[in-house]
C-alpha cells in the first residue's frame, strides 16, 4: 500500500512545484491540453492521455530529479559476478543510487536543470521500461522493474492532466518555492506544497 500511494502523491507534488517554479513549462501544459482536450470538456479517456507529450515530459523530467525511491530496493546475487570491472560476491547487497545516477553530469546535460524538452527529442525519448539503458531508472528496470509501473504511468498522467486542465494553481502570497527534500523511503519535500486553485474550465457545471 505505501509503495503504491505515497510514490505516486510525492511524485505530483514535486510536478507541481516543479511547474510552479518554470511558468513557461506550466504555460506549454496547459496549451497542449487546451488544445487536446478544450475547455469546454473534462479529461475522461485514457486515450486522451496519449496526445500529451509534454506533460509526459515534465513529468519524465520529475522522476529524473526526484525518484521517490532515491537508492532501489536492495538485491542480492545468487552467483558471483562481474559488473564493470567490479567483482560481486554471491550473497552481498546490492544497492542502486538512482539519485545519483539521474543527476549524474557525465550522463545528463546540465544535469542539475529542469529541462522537460530533453525527453522530447529523439536522442532523450526515454521509457521508464529501462531495458540496456540504465541512465533513466525512475521504476527499476530488468526483471524486477516495479510491478505497479503500468498502473503508476497512468494514474500520474491522469491525475496530473486533470488538476493541471481544470485549475490554474498559485502560491499564497508571500510564500517562496522550497526543493529540500525529507529523506526517507520516499524522498518527500521538506515543506509541503501548498497552492490555491483557479477553475481553468468555461462551465461550471463541469466541475459538478
Not at 5 to 16: A, I, N, R
Not at 109 to 114: I, N, S
Request: charged share 25%.
Amino acid at each position: 500500500m505505501l509503495s503504491g500511494t505515497e510514490t505516486t502523491s510525492t511524485t505530483l507534488e514535486w510536478v507541481v512545484a516543479r511547474l510552479l517554479q518554470h511558468p513557461e513549462a506550466m504555460k506549454r501544459v496547459h496549451e497542449e491540453l487546451d488544445e487536446a482536450i478544450g475547455l469546454d470538456n473534462c479529461i475522461e479517456l485514457e486515450s486522451q492521455l496519449s496526445k500529451l507529450q509534454h506533460l509526459e515530459a515534465v513529468i519524465k523530467e520529475t522522476l529524473r530529479l526526484h525518484p521517490p525511491l532515491p537508492v532501489l530496493i536492495p538485491r542480492c546475487p545468487s552467483q558471483t559476478s562481474t559488473v564493470g570491472g567490479y567483482t560481486i560476491p554471491k550473497g552481498a547487497q546490492v544497492i542502486l543510487n538512482v539519485w545519483t545516477i539521474h543527476r549524474d553530469p557525465d550522463i545528463w546535460e546540465d544535469a542539475l536543470e529542469f529541462r522537460p524538452e530533453r525527453f522530447l527529442s529523439d536522442a532523450g525519448k526515454l521509457d521508464y521500461w529501462g531495458g540496456n539503458k540504465f541512465e533513466y531508472l525512475p521504476f527499476g528496470s530488468g526483471r524486477r522493474i516495479c510491478a505497479g509501473l503500468p498502473l503508476a504511468e497512468k494514474m500520474m498522467m491522469f491525475m496530473l492532466a486533470s488538476f493541471l486542465h481544470s485549475f490554474e494553481w498559485r502560491l499564497p502570497s508571500g510564500t517562496e518555492l522550497e526543493f529540500s527534500g525529507k529523506f526517507g523511503v520516499v524522498v518527500k519535500k521538506m515543506k509541503p506544497l501548498v497552492v490555491i486553485p483557479k477553475p481553468r474550465l468555461s462551465k461550471p457545471e463541469l466541475y459538478q
